[in-house]
């Protein structure tokens, strides 16, 4: 699943997150919701268990785009930030 919104100007960062408890179809169906609705979003594109963002910094922040998916309940953990290039920071 893949939407991409047309901010093509905008500035960009990439997240990429681990979320464990994405496990069936239809969990991934509702994280592609989740992460469509938030603001700042420009790409959000669902892999097995997990997230690859490309979002604007200036709109929304990495806290912000996992603290979405928990409130869904889904353990969402960072695994890759290209702003400040860490690696392995999933709490999942």
Same mark, same amino acid.
């Given at each position: ?10 500035? @960009? ?18 994280? *592609? ?15 097995? @268990? ?20 928990? *409130? ?7 695994? *890759?930030? $290209?702003?400040?290039? @860490?690696?392995?920071? $999933? $709490?999942?």
């Amino acid at each position: 699943m893949n939407v991409t919104h047309p901010h093509h100007t905008l500035p @960009r960062a990439e997240l990429d997150l681990a979320i464990a408890n994405m496990d069936t179809p239809e969990l991934e169906k509702v994280a *592609q919701v989740i992460l469509n609705r938030l603001p700042g979003i420009h790409t959000a594109r669902i892999v097995e @268990r997990g997230a690859w963002i490309e979002y604007n910094p200036e709109e929304i922040t990495k806290e912000e785009i996992c603290g979405a998916l928990e *409130q869904s309940k889904f353990r969402a953990g960072i695994f *890759q930030d $290209s702003k400040s290039g @860490r690696t392995g920071h $999933s $709490s999942v």
